[in-house]
């Protein structure tokens, strides 16, 4: 049995991107690091569903990571206000059903 989480590169590689989300200062560039993230964090994911062998400290990290990553995304998107467009910076219209609430 091993122990310990799994140090191969594809752990590393979501492990750096993770830590890179979470030390960015930048509003801007927040979200897109986190979508980065979390991208790594899902293919890892399916990497280790489909592996061979004793996962399951590092299948554990990823579920904790992409619920950090959700409640970072969650905030930083809060933080920011109204609804913004990403392209032109113009407000989102919501839908009727929102709008009339």
């Known amino acids: 049995m091993r122990t310990g989480i799994c140090k ?4 590393r590689h979501w492990r750096e991107l993770y830590k890179a989300a979470l030390s960015e200062i930048g509003k801007s560039k927040l979200l897109e690091r986190i979508a980065e993230a979390e991208k790594a964090v899902v293919l890892r994911a399916r ?12 299948t554990e990290a990823l579920e904790d990571v992409m619920y950090a990553l959700h409640a970072l995304g969650s905030n930083c998107r809060m ?3 109204p609804l ?7 407000p989102l219209a919501l ?3 929102v709008s009339n609430a």
């Open 95 to 97: 839908p009727v059903s």
């Open 84 to 90: 913004q467009s990403l392209k032109n910076g113009e």
């Open 47 to 58: 990497e280790l569903f489909h592996a061979a062998g004793d996962n399951g400290e590092e």
């Open 79 to 81: 933080r920011q206000g």
């Open 8 to 11: 191969s590169p594809d752990s």
